[in-house]
């Protein structure tokens, strides 16, 4: 390097002209730096330009916001590259460049990549959609979608918080969605009353219950669900016979999924206060002990103490047997017995 330049020193060639250059120029930096700002501004421009009409094509709004950062993303990347020309990078060098990030990234942001890839096949198969009201079974969160984006999922839940969930990982669960083609849902109670309650009154007190509550769907033409279609007032019916007492099983329609825990604890009391003033009773666990003449002695343990270990009735001894007592007399003989035997 030392004889390069004193060669060039020698054969009169100007020392600036041959060093490159290592930094560029103010002005450079300075129109770099407006560059970056006006493809910022223009990005922002071009969403707001052709958003309305990505929107009325499409149809599905996390498509649309997907569209919308890929063609801000565009815009920024078209700047970044004018910018790097302006500070002297050539292509070689982005080429490069990229090359060198896509190793980077296939080695280190793999899990990135991942859930990259699963976003766009959330996008496709379009299990939810934005404001849909869904549930994530393996963790019991249930709120709406807030939004969707490549990487992840943003649920907005019913106690007022936010969850982000990588597409990765949503992709892998049971999502259960409420909103996917009707927001009516479907809810069951179960009970069971005793074998001497009035079984019609049962019913009938049941589905009246339902019907006063707020939230419930009343009446009105069936609800299709593909090719079955159901009741939309309330139904009670005969479940089983059980051990305990009859199993009836109450459904209803509820007019908005996330009031499900409300309208059927609404539900439930209206039932209890209906049955209450009605001759229908709630069945409890009844065991009945029949005892004959065949039936021994047995201990019990109360609170884990042991059972006293007296004398048992077999092994009491044997009174004598006074005039005029019967074989079938058992134990002490009673004040009127013993007035006569004393006579």
Known sequence: MYGVL???TATGADPEETLPIGFPEPDEIGLALLVLVIGWVLSKLVVRLVGRTVAQRIERPSVTRAVLRGIRASVLFVALAVVASILGVSEENIFLSVGVISAVIAVVLAPLVGSLINGFFVLADRPYEIGDMIEIVDEGHRGFVEDITIRYTKIFTLENTFIVIPNS???????????????????SIRFEITYESDLEAATKHAQRAARNVDDVITGGPDIRIGS???????????????DDGIALVLYFWIKHP???????????????NRFADADVEFAYPRRHHVFDETSGVARMAVDGREPDRGPSLESEPRRPRADGETNGSIGASTGEESTESGE
Request: with cysteine; proline share 2%.
């Open 6 to 8: 004193q060669d060039e």
């Open 258 to 272: 996330y009031k499900q825990s409300l309208a059927k604890s609404r539900v439930q009391r209206a039932i209890g």
């Open 228 to 242: 079955a279609r159901y009741a939309a007032a309330p139904v009670c019916t005969v479940d089983e016979y059980a």
């Open 169 to 187: 990982e949503i992709q892998q669960r049971d999502v259960v969605n409420y909103s996917a083609e009707d927001e009516r849902t479907r809810i």
